[in-house]
């Protein structure tokens, strides 16, 4: 009889045809003292992902931890990170999508006994490398790692500098809040939920490759990414219960508005009132709105 699991290992999957052989070969590698369970859930796919998969499994001789749902209908990113995450009955959970891939054979055996360990840490992440668009490995030029960075404060106040295929966490949250669904940047919303229970462990080993360019949000601008940014604040102000840790989310999405705001005035100040003819001639008459003749000359004189 097979044992229960010590780790699931969780891949959600989106037209990923070019990188998902990769990514799941990656996972089939580890080399563990303890059982482990995959779950795979393809949330729909258009492209030849589903076949490249069922195609991996079909001559893969241990395929009987491998758990793999095709979503019939697609449910979007979030829901589908839930699906998958809730099929996990692993002591622990390890987070791979469909675009990344792990490099070290031993990665999930030294997070996990890390964690078996220390039982006051409730996450365990790495560094990686990161694969440019133009298939050149290059040191991770996204986040940096601050000083005393293993509390939930720091992570509030600096940002997310975890990547996802590096995250190994206790599977502690049975349930998942309203707003983490609707948050717009989740791996960002959970790190900070497991880190109201627990710290955070940085092993200084590079054991997985980011693609950069391929994520949701690798191509987005400047402005998407700051509205994302404002959204997934929202969630978490509604989801937050430390007064403490609210204050510091509230600070940044007031700076974070001010950041929309200037961007929207570098990129789009052709369309500001300020500057547009139109408008200008609408602010210009409405000067005379208790004056309908007034108004009537200036129209008929800028029509003629």
């Not at 940044?252 to 929207?264: H, T, V, Y």
Request: proline share 3%.
């Amino acid at each position: 009889m097979r044992k229960s699991p010590k780790v699931s290992i969780c891949m959600i999957t989106y037209n990923h045809e070019n990188y998902i052989r990769q990514a799941i070969e990656s996972v089939l590698m580890q080399e563990c003292d303890f059982e482990i369970e995959f779950i795979v859930a393809n949330d729909c796919s258009l492209d030849n992902t589903d076949n490249i998969i069922n195609d991996i499994l079909e001559n893969y001789p241990k395929k009987s931890f491998v758990k793999y749902f095709n979503h019939q209908s697609n449910l979007g990113m979030m829901p589908n990170f839930i699906f998958a995450v809730q099929q996990c009955t692993g002591k622990y959970i390890a987070l791979c999508e469909g675009d990344d891939y792990w490099t070290d054979p031993l990665k999930l055996q030294k997070q996990v006994d890390f964690l078996e360990m220390n039982s006051d840490y409730v996450l365990s992440f790495h560094e990686v490398d990161i694969l440019k668009s133009n298939n050149e490995i290059v040191d991770d030029f996204i986040t940096k790692v601050p000083e005393n960075y293993e509390n939930i404060e720091i992570l509030a106040r600096l940002g997310n500098y975890i990547h996802t295929p590096s995250v190994v966490f206790r599977n502690i949250i049975k349930e998942f809040p309203f707003e983490f669904k609707y948050s717009p940047i989740g791996d960002y919303f959970l790190y900070l939920m497991l880190a109201e229970h627990g710290k955070l462990k940085c092993l200084n080993e590079k054991m997985a490759i980011y693609r950069h360019g391929v994520g949701v949000f690798s191509g987005i601008s400047k402005l998407k990414k700051a509205k994302s940014n404002h959204g997934t604040f929202t969630c978490l102000l509604s989801y937050l219960k430390d007064e403490k840790i609210k204050k510091i989310i509230f600070d940044r999405q007031k700076n974070d508005l001010d950041f929309i705001e200037s961007l929207i005035r570098s990129e789009y100040e052709d369309v500001f009132v300020s500057r547009n003819l139109f408008f200008k001639t609408i602010n210009s008459l409405m000067k005379d709105y208790k004056t309908p003749q007034k108004i009537l000359k200036k129209i008929k004189a800028k029509i003629i």
